[in-house]
C-alpha cells in the first residue's frame, strides 16, 4: 500500500450559520482518505460500531477507498457534535462519543505494513506511536490536538521525535512550543528531529518549514465558508497523497503538494461535510491549482 | 511631489517583552515616510509642539525627506504610550495626549497639490478628506481605525468612495463590513468605488484585492519581533513609495510593491522604534525581496 491513515470514522452533527446536518459521515480518516485518493490509493485504519451503515463503506469504497484495516465492533460508532459561530474560526465541541473508539486497538492488516507513507490522524499519541511501530513506513506524519499537549506531553514528544512530518494548527504549535511566534516554534519542532513541520493557519492558509526552507501556502480566497470541519485532514489527505502519488519526500515536492492540499481543502469547507467530494472533479483540483499560482504570483523584477 | 503623506509625528513610549523605550520619535507620519523615502521622493503634512526636537526633524530631512508641510506650533507633541503582551499581536494604550492634533488645521505647501501619489494615514475621516480636496493627487489612499469606524462612520465611508484605494487592518476591514469573512470584508471595500483595497493581517502577511485580481503576500519569516510599532504604516510607505516611484497604478505593480512594503516592515519590527531606519539599505531590502520570492514558489506543473 503506498499510503495509509490511522484515523476516526465517525458520525458528525454540525452546526454553523449556514445550517444543520445532523449525523453525517465524518471523522478524520474519512475527510483524509477522501482528499488523498484523488492522487493515491490510500488504506484506513479505524474502527466503527454496529451502527455504522453500510451505504457510508460503500461510498467510500467505491472511490478506491481500501477499508481493509477498518474494524467492525460491537457498540456504537464514535460520535462528534459541534458548532461554529459566524466567524467560522473555531469549532466548539458541544458532545464526544468514544463509544468503539474507547477500547480501540488498532489492527494493521499485513498489506499495510512498510507501507510508502502513513499519516496518524489527531489520536492518543500512544495508539500513533504503536501503529507507527507496527507498520514501520518509509515516511511518516502526525497529527495532534491540545488535548494530548496538555495531558500526555511526554508520550507526544516521543512520538514526535519519531516520525518524519508533522500537521499541526497555530493554536498547537504555540501551546506545544511555549513561543507565540510560530517560527521560533517551527525551529523548535525541527529541534525534536522532525525533517517537515507544516503549521496550518485555517484561513491564513499554511506554512513549511524544514531544515533549508521555509514556504508561505495562501488558503483559497473563499468569500463564503459553510463548514470548516475536516478541512484540516483533508488538506493533509491532498498533501500527503499527492506526495505519495510521487513518491517524493523533498522540500520541492512537499510544496506543490501542500496546494494541492489546500485546493482540496477550499472545496471541503463550501458544503457541509463530505458533500463536496461527492462532486469533486480532477479538473476541479487542477482549475483551482492554476489559480493558487496567480494568487502568489509577483513580477520578480525589484 | 511625487509622493505625500498626511499623519503624525509623535512622541511614542513602547513597551513589549523585549524591553522598553520613551519619549522616541514615532507617528505613521514618520514611519510611512521613512520607509517610502527608500524609492520616492516624499513630503510629510503634520504638525508638531514646541518640545519637538530639531535633531529628529533633521534625522528626516537628512534621509531627504521634505517637511515643508510640517506645522510648528506652541504647545506639546501628540504622545503615545502603549505595550505589546508576549503574543505582540495588538497594541494596548495606555495613554493618548493629542496635544498640539487637537486643533491640527492641515496647512498644505503649493508645491504638494496635485501630487502623484496621497496616502492619508489615520486620522479623523474629515481632517483626511478636507487633505484629499485640497490636495487632488492623481492616485490616493488612505488608512483608518476602529475608533472612527464606531464614531464616524458616515465621513468615513464618503472618504471610502473618494480615494482609489485603502490599507486597512483584518479586524477594522471585518467591523467596518460587518463580516468575518475578509473575501467578502474586500468585495464590500470594493463596491464603494475603490480601486485597490489592501488589507493587513499582521505575522500572515497582506491581501490585495482589486476588481479583477487577488493577491496574498506572506509576511516575512521572523523569529524574533521586538516591536511591532508602525509596522503598518511602514508597510503602506514601502509599498507606495514603490510605486511612485514607477508612476504605476496598475494590479501588477501594486503586487510587488506590497512585497517591497512587506520587507521594509520585517526589518522595522526586528528593531524598538524607528532603530531598524538607521542602518536599513538598499542591499537589505534587495536581499529580503529575493527571499520571499522564494518563499512563495512552488513548480508550476501540477
Known amino acids: 500500500m503506498k499510503l495509509v491513515v490511522l484515523g476516526t470514522l465517525a458520525f458528525d452533527s454540525i452546526q454553523t450559520p449556514f445550517g444543520r446536518v445532523e449525523n453525517v459521515l465524518g471523522g478524520s480518516a474519512t475527510y483524509f482518505s477522501l482528499a488523498a485518493r484523488n492522487f493515491s490509493e490510500v488504506g484506513v485504519i479505524s474502527v466503527v460500531g454496529s451502527d455504522f451503515h ?44 468514544l463509544n468503539v473508539l474507547e477500547s ?43 488535548f494530548w499537549i496538555e495531558h500526555k506531553r511526554e508520550e507526544l514528544t516521543e512520538l514526535l521525535k519519531n516520525v518524519d512530518g508533522v500537521f499541526i494548527n497555530e493554536g498547537e504549535a504555540r501551546e506545544y512550543c511555549k ?3 510560530l517560527i521560533a516554534a517551527g525551529r523548535k519542532l ?19 518549514m524544514s531544515d533549508k526552507e521555509f514556504f508561505a501556502a495562501p488558503a483559497y480566497p473563499l468569500e463564503v465558508v459553510k463548514d470548516p470541519t475536516g478541512a484540516g485532514d483533508s488538506f493533509a489527505g ?38 463536496s467530494y461527492r462532486k469533486l472533479k480532477h479538473e476541479d483540483i487542477e482549475k483551482r491549482y492554476n489559480t493558487f499560482k496567480k494568487i502568489v504570483a509577483f513580477d520578480h523584477k525589484y
Not at 115 to 142: H, R
Not at 256 to 267: D, E, L, R
Open 54 to 97: 453500510e451505504e457510508h463503506l460503500k461510498f467510500l469504497e467505491k472511490r478506491s477507498i481500501d477499508l481493509k484495516g477498518v474494524e467492525k465492533t460491537k457498540g456504537k460508532t464514535f460520535r462528534w457534535q459541534g458548532y461554529y459561530e459566524y466567524d467560522m474560526d473555531q469549532a466548539h465541541t458541544l458532545k464526544t462519543e
Open 190 to 208: 525541527l529541534k525534536l528531529g522532525l525533517k517537515k513541520v507544516v503549521i496550518k493557519k485555517g484561513e491564513s492558509g499554511a506554512i513549511f
Open 179 to 181: 513561543t507565540p511566534n
Open 238 to 275: 491532498g498533501t500527503i497523497g499527492h506526495l505519495a502519488k510521487h513518491g517524493k519526500f523533498t522540500d520541492e515536492w512537499i510544496k506543490k503538494s501542500m496546494v494541492c492540499g489546500s485546493v482540496i481543502s477550499s472545496y471541503v469547507v463550501e458544503d457541509f461535510g463530505i458533500e
Open 104 to 146: 480501540f486497538k488498532p489492527k494493521i492488516p499485513r498489506e499495510y505494513r512498510k507501507c510508502d507513507y502513513l499519516f496518524l490522524a489527531n489520536t492518543d499519541p500512544g495508539i500513533q506511536m504503536e501503529t507507527l511501530d507496527k507498520i514501520k513506513p518509509k515516511y511518516s506524519f502526525c497529527d495532534t490536538m491540545n
